[in-house]
């Protein structure tokens, strides 16, 4: 047994050791690092403390001031009905009083018998009746029975010399556990900080007056779960009563513990604290059978005692088994989010991703394709639809100008020219604006499309939640096209010719001029220019009259106006054409650009998804390797701490 328990501290350092370097491998920005760490603090601090630390749990009035009196030997603390206790209070033996005490906010005041005067002080700001001669037992006094000091203190330290307590012994003295009282959540949080921490042993004051009440069987079943297999139940109280009804009470508590708790054997003793502990006044406290009670309190005390040395390494080992699981079980989660993490990245980036981003996008541009042909089609019937309509403008204008023509060819120069050009060519332009509603119409469409491919990109790029790249925006838009600028031929060249012919000869008359006329090329208005020489040539060789030379005037402009506005309409036509070609090849291009973008993009994150796939794979390895090294490390400890329960 002795060999067993010198081998606890050597191998609670190596396993330290060991779980702080794995809390450095693995853990160093973990949010668990902290606790571990507190845990791994507070392990070596308790077995690098020799002294044996003795916990007393129970709600308020249930005899723990009393109790702690009795193991002193000596009345050392004020006994109160009332819930006074409200923070730890830790007493341990020494050759003189002494007292530590921590208030809220971090003040901490040190006082001894032979100099209390800074906690004198301090207790008069919030206490009348301190005085300045107030000794050091009234302040302790204060400090653990009046209920307004007692809720400014964060912590209380004890020394008190005793004739009978060990300086290697611990007294913890939690506050009540009535969660129902003012201030009882507080309280009851604090108890439960002072059982995590390494107790050896733990007395559950019951006071048998009100055995086994409801809050004290909640406080069982749900914070005490840890330590009841090694708690010690002590009954309070038990010299108020007969013989009998002691039995019953020891019965009752016996059987609701073992309901409650599921602890098959309890260990429960009967008390009665106030048969040991002497009044300040010196007189001797009523108590029936008080020889008996003395001696069944050494025999719980030697209980006690014996309990928390055999207990003191089993609890290090337990604490150091409970913190390699605690490591083990976040190594696991580690191990799962890494896999779980792993697994995700290969199903969202699989290397068919961008092919299937690509089917996508020539399904786009294919309909888009198909939109911007209908609209080229629907254009083009429109345009042709209305050419007639415009070039019958232009004719009737034309008309009204050769019907005030007079047989001078002045006339014709200075004034029927340039209104049946001016009318042509104006109704020409109002042609081509009424045109470009249909490219409007076109960069409308391509707006719709391009705004389509943008919102393709940004789904397909919204797979990748943490992508950091620059997101190609499609850039279709119709550019308008200049109009086509057809011009009406001035007549100025047919007179010029006309003039250079007559001079080699007149003979050839109007017919001649006409064909010349139609085999240079000379336009609409040349075949007006035409019609004057025609009708004066007509004159000259067969003496047609005026309106039979005006009506074929008319017939020639009406021909020449419709190969102007045919010309025309093939214009805007090739146009609108070339329009719906650009728009086309950007949609091609954009899209085009964006399954490149977008495979550059996959590839790099592929290539970082390697490099971190067998980072984290050798992690995980790293991770199950020592993952069963604790686990190994674990069962020897799991193995020498029911060695040492059973000893």
């Given at each position: 047994?002795?060999?067993?328990?010198?081998a606890?501290p050597i191998?609670?350092d190596?396993e330290?050791?060991?779980v702080?370097?794995l809390?450095?491998?693995?853990f160093?920005d973990h949010p668990s690092?902290?606790?571990?760490?507190i845990?791994?603090?507070?392990?070596?601090?308790r077995?690098?403390?020799p002294r044996l630390?003795v916990?007393?749990?129970?709600?308020f009035s249930s005899g723990k001031?009393?109790?702690i009196?009795a193991?002193?030997r000596?009345?050392?603390l004020?006994?109160s009905?009332?819930?006074?206790?409200?923070?730890?209070?830790?007493?341990?033996?020494?050759r003189e009083?002494s007292?530590?005490?921590?208030?809220r906010?971090?003040?901490?005041v040190?006082?001894?018998?032979?100099?209390?005067?800074?906690l004198?002080?301090e207790?008069?700001?919030?206490?009348?009746?301190?005085?300045i001669?107030?000794?050091l037992?009234m302040l302790l006094d204060?400090l653990s029975?009046?209920e307004e000091?007692?809720?400014v203190v964060?912590?209380?330290?004890v020394?008190a010399?005793?004739?009978?307590l060990s300086?290697?012994v611990?007294i913890?003295d939690?506050?009540?556990?009535?969660?129902?009282h003012?201030g009882g959540?507080?309280?009851?949080a604090?108890?439960?900080?002072?059982l995590s921490?390494s107790i050896d042993?733990?007395?559950?004051?019951?006071?048998?007056?009100s055995a086994?009440?409801k809050?004290l069987?909640?406080?069982?079943?749900?914070d005490?779960?840890?330590f009841?297999?090694?708690?010690?139940?002590?009954?309070t109280?038990?010299?108020e009563?007969?013989?009998?009804?002691?039995r019953?009470?020891?019965?009752?508590?016996?059987?609701?513990?073992?309901r409650?708790?599921g602890?098959a054997?309890?260990?429960?003793f009967?008390s009665a604290p106030i048969?040991i502990?002497?009044?300040?006044?010196g007189?001797?406290?009523?108590?029936r059978?008080?020889?008996?009670?003395q001696?069944?309190f050494?025999t719980l005390?030697t209980?006690?005692?014996g309990?928390?040395?055999?207990q003191?390494?089993v609890i290090?080992?337990e604490r150091?088994?409970d913190?390699?699981?605690?490591l083990?079980?976040?190594?696991g989660?580690?191990l799962a989010?890494i896999?779980?993490?792993?697994d995700?990245e290969?199903?969202?980036?699989r290397?068919?991703a961008?092919?299937?981003?690509e089917?996508v996008?020539?399904?786009?541009c294919?309909a888009a394709?198909n939109e911007l042909?209908?609209?080229h089609?629907?254009?083009a019937?429109?345009i042709?639809?209305?050419?007639?309509?415009?070039?019958?403008?232009?004719?009737?204008?034309?008309h009204a100008?050769?019907?005030?023509a007079?047989?001078?060819s002045?006339?014709?120069?200075?004034?029927?020219r340039?209104?049946?050009?001016?009318a042509?060519?104006?109704t020409?332009?109002?042609?081509?604006a009424a045109?470009?509603?249909?490219w409007?119409e076109?960069a409308?469409?391509?707006?719709?499309l391009?705004?389509?491919?943008?919102?393709?990109?940004?789904?397909?790029?919204?797979t990748f939640?943490?992508l950091?790249?620059a997101?190609t925006?499609?850039?279709?838009?119709?550019?308008?096209?200049p109009?086509p600028?057809i011009?009406?031929?001035?007549?100025a060249s047919?007179?010029?010719?006309q003039n250079?012919?007559?001079?080699v000869?007149?003979r050839l008359?109007?017919?001649?001029?006409a064909a010349t006329?139609?085999?240079l090329?000379?336009g609409?208005i040349g075949?007006?220019?035409l019609?004057?020489?025609?009708a004066t040539g007509?004159?000259q060789?067969?003496g047609?009259d005026?309106?039979?030379?005006?009506a074929?005037?008319r017939k020639?402009?009406?021909?020449?106006?419709?190969?102007?506005?045919?010309q025309?309409?093939t214009s805007?036509?090739?146009?609108?054409?070339?329009?719906?070609?650009?728009?086309?090849r950007?949609?091609?291009?954009a899209?085009g650009?964006h399954?490149r973008?977008y495979?550059a993009?996959?590839?790099e994150?592929?290539r970082g998804?390697?490099?971190?796939?067998?980072?984290?794979?050798?992690?995980?390895?790293?991770?199950?390797?020592d993952?069963?090294?604790l686990?190994s490390?674990?069962?020897?400890?799991h193995?020498l701490?029911?060695?040492?329960s059973q000893c």
């Open positions: 047994m002795k060999k067993r328990e010198e606890v191998v609670v190596d330290l050791a060991v702080r370097k809390l450095g491998r693995y160093s690092r902290d606790a571990h760490s845990k791994i603090d507070a392990i070596a601090a077995v690098a403390d630390h916990a007393l749990v129970g709600e001031s009393t109790f009196n193991l002193l000596r009345p050392l004020a006994a009905c009332v819930a006074t206790t409200t923070t730890i209070t830790r007493v341990n033996a020494g009083l007292v530590t005490v921590r208030f906010g971090g003040k901490t040190a006082a001894t018998e032979k100099d209390c005067s800074a004198r002080d207790l008069r700001r919030l206490c009348k009746t301190v005085t001669e107030s000794p037992q204060l029975a009046d000091i007692a809720g964060e912590r209380l330290d020394v010399p005793s004739p009978r300086d290697d611990v913890i939690t506050p009540g556990i009535n969660a129902g003012r959540a507080r309280q009851l604090l108890t439960r900080a002072a921490e042993a733990t007395i559950v004051l019951i006071p048998s007056r086994m009440s809050t069987l909640s406080f069982l079943e749900s005490a779960k840890r009841l297999q090694r708690a010690i139940f002590v009954v109280g038990m010299d009563h007969s013989a009998e009804d002691r019953e009470i020891i019965a009752l508590i016996h059987d609701e513990l073992v409650t708790t602890v054997q309890p260990t429960v009967e048969s502990v002497p009044s300040r006044s007189d001797t406290p009523e108590c059978d008080r020889a008996e009670w001696k069944r050494e005390e209980f006690v005692m309990t928390m040395r055999r003191r390494n290090i080992a150091l088994v913190l390699l699981d605690d083990m079980t976040t190594m989660k580690e989010e896999q779980i993490e792993l995700a290969q199903a969202l980036l290397k068919d961008v092919g299937a981003v089917q996008m020539a399904s786009i294919e394709n042909e209908l609209l089609t629907n254009a019937t429109a042709a639809a209305r050419r007639a309509s415009f070039a019958q403008t232009a004719k009737r204008s034309a100008a050769i019907a005030g007079t047989a001078d002045g006339d014709f120069e200075r004034r029927v340039p209104a049946i050009v001016d042509v060519e104006r020409g332009r109002d042609y081509t045109a470009g509603a249909h409007e076109t409308k469409l391509a707006r719709r391009g705004n389509k491919l943008r919102t393709q990109f940004e789904k397909n790029y919204s939640p943490a950091e790249v997101i925006s499609p850039t279709v838009a119709a550019v308008k096209v109009s600028d011009r009406f031929t001035s007549t047919y007179l010029d010719d250079q012919r007559k001079r000869g007149t008359g109007a017919a001649a001029g006329a139609l085999m090329g000379l609409p075949w007006l220019a019609g004057v020489a025609a007509v004159r060789m067969s047609d005026d309106a039979t030379r005006a074929t005037l020639q402009i009406d021909s020449e106006i419709d190969a102007y506005f045919e025309a309409e805007l036509c090739k146009s609108l054409h070339r329009v719906i070609l650009r728009a086309m950007e949609l091609a291009d899209a650009e399954v973008e495979g993009a996959v590839a994150i592929i998804h390697e490099e971190k796939k067998l980072r984290l794979g050798q992690r995980i390895a790293s991770l199950i390797n993952s069963r090294d686990k490390r674990r069962e020897r400890l193995e701490r029911e060695q040492l």
